[in-house]
């Protein structure tokens, strides 16, 4: 049964950086297409980024080109969301998930979750 936790969230100041993790265990990730989302108080879950097996394929969402890049190191079964030039608007509860469908910013499509991770900007 495939496992996920993330890590690496925290307080920064607006403009600052943070590098979120995605780990993974009771299987590999090698197979999986993973996606990262964010929830803000009330608001609706978003699709942030993802990326396919091999990381040849990556997507993300409009609000965040540019600054966050998704990477991934099979070899540690782990995932990573690099988010520079944070902003006030990035504080959310961020999600890694996966899935064998595809890179799709859907969260309807992806059927293992992690606990998340709290990621507030604010001076």
């Known amino acids: 049964q495939l496992q996920l936790v993330e890590s690496g969230g925290g307080l920064v100041q607006p403009g600052g950086s943070l590098r979120l993790s995605c780990a993974a265990s009771?299987?590999?990730?090698?197979?999986?297409?993973i996606g990262w989302f964010r929830q803000a108080p009330g608001k609706e879950r978003e699709g942030v980024s993802c990326?396919?097996?091999?990381?040849?394929?990556?997507n993300y969402a409009d609000s965040v080109k540019g600054r966050f890049t998704i990477s991934r190191d099979n070899a540690k079964n782990t995932v990573y969301l690099q988010m520079n030039s944070l902003k006030p608007e990035d504080t959310a509860v961020y999600y890694c998930a996966a899935d064998l469908a595809g890179c799709v910013l859907r969260s309807d499509d992806y059927n293992h979750w992690g606990q998340g991770t709290q990621v507030t900007v604010s001076s």
């Open positions: 990326i396919s097996q091999r990381g040849i394929l990556t």
């Open positions: 009771g299987s590999t990730l090698d197979y999986f297409y």
